[in-house]
C-alpha cells in the first residue's frame, strides 16, 4: 500500500496562492491519486484527482475549477497542488489519496484505500 505525506500548507490571505506537496512512498503507476479537503463539521470533499496512466484528463471539483492546479513530477513521486487566488473559503485541512482502482464517482473518499495525514490551509479574508 502506497505511503503518502502531505506538506505546503499555512495562512494566507484571500487572493494569494499556496501549493501544496504529497509525496508517495511506493508504486504510483497505473494510479488514481486525489486531493481532498475537510472543514470541521463538514463531510470531506474531493478537489481534484488525476490518473498517472493512460491519457486521462485531470478532473476539478467545481468550487476550484480554473484556481487549483493538480500535477505530478513521476521522477520525484510526488504530487502537487497548485492554489490561486485562495477565497476564505478554502480553509480546511487538505490530504492526498490513492488506490489502484476507483470503481464509483473519483471524488468519493471511500473509494481511496491511502491517505495521508493532511495539512492545514487557512485563507483568511
Known amino acids: 500500500q502506497v505511503q503518502l505525506a502531505e506538506s505546503g500548507g499555512g495562512s494566507v490571505q484571500a487572493g494569494g496562492s499556496l501549493r501544496l506537496s504529497c509525496a508517495a512512498s511506493?508504486?504510483?503507476?497505473?494510479?488514481?491519486l486525489a486531493w481532498f479537503r475537510q472543514s470541521p463539521g463538514k463531510k470531506r470533499e474531493g478537489v481534484a484527482v488525476?490518473?498517472?496512466?493512460?491519457?486521462?484528463?485531470?478532473v476539478y471539483a467545481d468550487s476550484v475549477r480554473g484556481r487549483f492546479t493538480i500535477s505530478r513530477d513521476s521522477a520525484k513521486n510526488t504530487m502537487y497542488l497548485q492554489m490561486n487566488n485562495l477565497e476564505p473559503e478554502d480553509t480546511a485541512m487538505y490530504y492526498c489519496?490513492?488506490?489502484?482502482?476507483?470503481?464509483?464517482?473519483?471524488?468519493?473518499?471511500?473509494?481511496?484505500?491511502?491517505w495521508g495525514q493532511g495539512t492545514q490551509v487557512t485563507g483568511s479574508s
Open positions: 511506493g508504486y504510483t503507476a497505473s494510479t488514481w
Open positions: 489519496a490513492a488506490n489502484k482502482r476507483v470503481g464509483g464517482g473519483v471524488f468519493e473518499a471511500e473509494q481511496y484505500i491511502s
Open positions: 488525476v490518473y498517472t496512466g493512460g491519457s486521462y484528463s485531470p
